[in-house]
Each structure stands twice: as structure tokens, then as C-alpha cells.
């Protein structure tokens, strides 16, 4: 039950990043039409977990997959939720949006990552405002150590920018950071180090216990581009 | 694998302020769907709700923290090692227009709103899934529970009826201008509605330590999801198929029966024409009986699979599943599985599920509870 875990793949962006930039030709090389609609956070974190999916190999598909897909966030669709409201307001819901409602929940991207790249698994988006992701990395784990059918898990962080949104700090990554965990075996493509629990629960990689994600990603990745 | 039971549950709807009302207004044939007055409905498909009239803001400025407090006032003590889930969809989106209210929208609100009234240590996480969201979060903990990480869980579910969510499924035509009437032939869509469950999930070895006398075991669990449509259900059932049976493969589920479903149920088209679809696909021509609760609760989104875990609770314990209400003509190859009347049922282990917009499903099934001195 406690055998390693591998991080077999890295997807990273940030919110930085000028929106206009991320368009479905410069992800995946090809134009998807569903991308267009989609809200920021939604563009975000699928970008994320396409990136971290094509680095461990896992891209390519020909029959739906038992891959799940764990995402934490502090602030999670706050921004969208405000333009959709902005699209209520006026004439007493006329104009409502059926479009942006759609994405006023926070786990919708997780829908478009599991149906861009055909992926069964369970789906869910914690939110937590200590904003670490380690209870979805404890989560995503627990799945592929209780299930062997779990062929692998992705989890990450994902937040945007909330401007005027001044009652909290910042969550301390802004942007989308997913990574692929497997049982070692699966896929030998890459290796980025290998996670396991110790017998408090604690999340161990590398001999040093993990603190949060963006740390974890941040050693990982040292000296390497994912 | 620790066992897993359910030692305390309450809940707050349209229907009753406590579990037990809520019961037997169910079996009552009651429903709390009613007319709006809480916001203009003029451009809406629909002017009603099943909604809580008396749900007035208080604490923070939200319906939502006056409806946890009572959900949680209902509960006895708490192990303070206990770990903390919510389930919103939305948590106190009645303050999205409050300037300076932005971190009670946040969906980790409530969960450490939770926290701190009941002096628990655990912070706590919200999990949101769509409509599957309290389903999970009761599976989770379950799980924490199962695999020895965790002794106590409290898992609570709130949702409310809001201008902002009313808008949106009036605006993506999912919603029924008459109340929703699940698994009929002519049903047209949702009602909306709000509410509160909470169930106190115990393992084995402290409910035995503590002399507890369990109302329920969560027996099994599954997830999975569709990859086919972000707002409409797989046509096939093949998620929620995933979900059922991983949830009856679960070791205490092996050669038992299911003696009922509480099923999703939300009253549109393609809803419950694939949870049908479903069903037979696991069960075969031996489709135990099925329910709705959503003609009388409305639907309550990411609280919906709390309160209605919590409700399976009793249909466990009387053997009976409430009237599927709003019912009257069932639709094709649902005739003789789903009633408008109360359905007597035998058997210890109840299926229960929600679906949700992602693609998402979940399934949980409940043990009744007996001794374990």
C-alpha cells in the first residue's frame, strides 16, 4: 500500500502569461474549437494538465482511460463567477450567459481535460486556502495506491489573479502546475523522482518531507524544461 | 480496511429543519417547492424553488452561514481529531455583490467557518464536483477512514437558492417551469433547491471504543467520469456504470444484494433517461426499486448526495423509499421500478448516486446499521 509512486510527467504555466497567448494552435499544435469558449481559469489549468499529460507520453489516445485528475485551488472560477453575475445584472437575468454559467464551476476544466484526452478516472477540485496542494497530492495518490486499474492520477494547483481581491494574500503559485503520478512501471519515459507516504501520512520525495507542490515541481524540475 | 460508519446525521431543508421532519414530510408526499420571493423571477423559465422562507442572513451576511449553524447545532459532540469536508458548488455566492465579501466566496469558507464554531483542529477542504460534490466528499473521508489515516470524519453539504444559479440554469434551459417530476414521461427540466446534510463518519475501532451504535456503514463508493460533455450525461451511462460497480466491488459489497436506489433523479430529459439506462446496464432485468427525492427537495446541487446519504439513513432503517413526487406517468422501461407512492423494500444495502456537469458520477452504498458490541 505504501510502495514509491513516480512522477512521470510536469505541465506548468503561468498566469502571467498575456491570455490572448493561449490559444488551442500554440497548446496543441492544432486548432480545438472548445477552447475558444472557455473561461480563463478553465484555459489555465487544461493547459496545465495537457502539458504535464504530453511530457509523460501520455497525449495520445485511442480508447478512454482509467486516469484521474485532482486539482487545488484557493480562488478557484472567483473571476468568472463575477462575469457571469455581470451578465445577470442588467434586465433582471435577460442576458444571462449559458456559456460562462457553465464554467462558474470550478471542476468544469477537469470535463474538458477528460474529454480532451479521454480520461475516466474520478475528478474533483479541492479548495483550501493554504493554497500548498497537498491534500490533492495526498488524494491522487491514495487512488493509485488503492486501485490498481488507476493506470495514473494527475493532480496540481490552479488560481488565477484576482485583482481587487485584497482580503487574502496571493495564493504563492498564480498559474497552473499539474503533475502525472503513476506506479512505477507504467511508463518509463520520464522520471522526475518518486513520492511516497511515510507512516505518518507525510508525503516523502527524495528522502525530505513535502511541504507543497510548487516546491516539489520546483525541485524536481531543476535544470530540466518540462 | 477499517469499517466505516455513519454516527451522527442531520439535515435542514425545505421540507423540515431536522432530519426527522424532513422524513416524515417525504413520506407525507410533501413538497417544499414553492414560490420565489427571495429575487425578480420575471425573466426566468420558472418562479419557484424548493427554498427555506425563514433563511435569513446572519453571521457573516450569508443565508448559507445561517443555514450551516443550524445543520451543525443539530450534532452531538465531535472527536476534535475529526477530519472536515464541505461540498459546495457555489458556497456563499448571495454575497457576490457585498463589496469586502470576497473570502466568504471563497469554497473553503464554510469549512472553516465549520471548523472553528465546533472547535475542531482540522481546517478542513471543500471538495467540488458539480452536483456530485457531497458524494465524493462523503467518499473521501470515507476512504481517509478505510485506510486507517483518519479515526472521525464530519462531512457537510450546503447549497442555496441564489438569483446568480437560478439564472444560469433558467439561461441553459435545463430548468422546469413547473416542479420537477423525475423519471416521467413528460418532465422538462430541474427545480432548484436548497439545503444542508452533515454525517459523522466514525471508524470501527473508535465507534467500538466509544460503545457507538452505528445508524450506518458506507459500505462502498466509486467515481468516474464520462470524457463526453461537459453539461449533458453520457447518453450509454457509462460513467455512472463505472461508478456503481466499482461502489459494489468494494470488499463489504461482495455477494450482497442492493434492495434500492436513491438515484440522482433531477427531472431532466437526459438525466434520468441515463441513469436508467444505467441501471439496467449493472443490474440487468433485476432493477431493485428507485427514487427521486428531487420533486420534493428540489435539486441542491452540490448538497444533494449529503441529504440524501443522510435520508438513506432512514429508508434503511423503515425499509421504504419516499415517493418519488411530481410523478405521474413513468417514463418508458421505467414502469413498475419508480412510484409516486411510498415503495416497501427488503434488504440491508441502499444505492445511491449523483451525476454532475464535467462529466462527472459518483456512488456510494450504504449498510444499515447494526450492533457492533
Request: proline share 5%; glycine share 12%.
Amino acid at each position: 500500500m505504501t510502495h514509491p509512486i513516480a512522477i512521470t510527467g510536469f505541465g506548468q504555466i503561468s498566469a502571467g502569461q498575456d491570455p490572448r497567448e493561449l490559444t488551442a494552435k500554440a497548446l496543441f499544435g492544432h486548432p480545438y474549437k472548445p477552447f475558444g469558449r472557455m473561461d480563463y481559469f478553465s484555459k489555465l489549468g487544461l493547459a496545465g494538465i495537457f502539458k504535464a499529460m504530453a511530457d509523460a507520453g501520455l497525449r495520445e489516445w485511442q480508447e478512454k482511460r482509467n486516469i484521474g485528475l485532482v486539482a487545488s485551488t484557493r480562488f478557484g472560477c472567483l473571476g468568472t463567477d463575477r462575469d457571469y453575475f455581470a451578465t445577470v445584472k442588467p434586465n433582471h437575468g435577460m442576458a444571462a450567459s449559458p456559456a460562462l454559467f457553465a464554467y462558474t464551476l470550478p471542476n468544469c476544466f477537469l470535463g474538458e481535460a477528460a474529454i480532451l484526452l479521454g480520461l475516466t478516472g474520478e475528478g474533483f477540485v479541492i479548495s483550501d486556502d493554504d493554497s500548498t496542494g497537498m491534500a490533492g497530492l495526498s488524494m491522487a495518490m491514495t487512488a493509485l495506491l488503492g486501485d490498481d486499474s488507476v493506470e495514473a492520477m494527475v493532480c496540481g494547483i490552479c488560481d488565477t489573479p484576482q485583482p481587487g481581491h485584497s482580503e487574502t494574500q496571493a495564493p504563492p503559485f498564480e498559474g497552473a502546475l499539474f503533475m502525472v503520478l503513476e506506479n512505477r512501471g507504467h511508463n518509463s519515459r520520464n522520471n522526475y523522482g518518486t513520492l511516497e507516504f511515510d507512516r505518518s501520512g507525510a508525503i516523502i520525495y527524495n528522502q525530505e518531507t513535502v511541504g507543497d507542490i510548487a516546491a516539489l515541481a520546483a525541485n524536481a524540475l531543476k535544470g530540466r524544461k518540462p | 480496511m477499517e469499517r466505516v460508519f455513519i454516527t451522527d446525521a442531520a439535515v435542514v431543508t425545505s421540507l423540515g429543519a431536522t432530519l426527522s421532519e424532513t422524513w416524515q414530510n417525504l413520506m407525507a408526499g410533501d413538497s417544499g417547492i414553492r414560490k420565489i420571493d427571495r429575487f425578480d423571477t420575471r425573466n426566468y423559465l420558472s418562479d419557484s424553488a424548493a427554498w427555506i422562507p425563514d433563511l435569513v442572513p446572519e453571521a457573516n451576511g450569508s443565508m448559507l452561514a445561517t443555514l450551516v449553524t443550524r445543520l451543525v447545532s443539530q450534532l452531538g459532540p465531535l472527536d476534535r481529531d475529526a477530519l472536515v469536508f464541505t461540498a459546495t458548488t457555489k458556497s456563499c455566492i448571495d454575497l457576490i455583490d457585498s463589496p469586502g465579501r470576497g473570502n466568504d466566496l471563497l469554497c473553503s469558507s464554510m469549512a472553516h467557518y465549520i471548523s472553528q464554531r465546533l472547535n475542531l483542529a482540522d481546517r478542513g477542504i471543500n471538495i467540488s464536483a458539480a452536483c456530485a460534490s457531497s458524494t465524493i466528499a462523503i467518499a473521501k473521508a470515507a476512504q481517509a477512514i478505510a485506510l486507517g489515516r483518519a479515526q472521525s470524519a464530519l462531512v457537510c453539504s450546503m447549497d442555496l437558492v441564489t438569483e446568480f444559479v437560478f439564472s444560469g440554469f433558467s439561461a441553459l434551459r435545463a430548468m422546469s417551469p413547473d416542479p420537477a417530476k423525475p423519471f416521467d414521461r413528460d418532465r422538462r427540466g430541474l427545480t432548484i433547491g436548497e439545503g444542508a446534510g452533515a454525517l459523522v463518519l466514525t471508524g470501527e475501532t473508535r465507534a467500538k471504543a466509544k460503545g457507538l451504535t452505528p445508524m450506518a456503514e458506507i459500505s462502498g463508493w466509486g467515481i468516474s467520469g464520462d470524457a463526453s460533455h461537459i453539461t449533458a450525461p453520457d447518453r450509454e451511462g457509462a460513467g455512472l456504470v463505472r461508478a456503481v460497480t466499482k461502489a459494489l466491488e468494494c470488499p463489504g459489497n461482495l455477494n450482497q444484494t442492493i434492495g434500492a436506489i436513491n438515484a440522482h433523479g433531477t427531472g431532466t430529459v437526459y438525466n434520468d433517461a441515463m441513469e436508467l439506462t444505467a441501471f439496467k446496464r449493472v443490474f440487468g432485468d433485476r432493477v431493485p426499486p428507485v427514487n427521486s427525492l428531487k420533486g420534493a427537495l428540489g435539486h441542491t446541487l452540490g448538497a444533494g448526495g449529503g441529504i440524501e446519504a443522510a435520508l438513506g439513513i432512514k429508508m434503511l432503517d423503515h425499509q421504504v423509499l419516499p415517493p418519488t413526487v411530481g410523478l405521474s406517468l413513468p417514463e418508458p422501461g421505467a414502469e413498475g421500478l419508480v412510484s409516486n407512492q411510498a415503495m416497501d423494500f427488503k434488504g440491508d444495502y441502499l444505492l445511491t448516486t449523483n451525476s454532475g456537469f464535467g462529466g462527472i458520477n459518483a456512488a456510494l452504498v450504504l449498510k444499515r446499521g447494526e450492533s457492533i458490541r
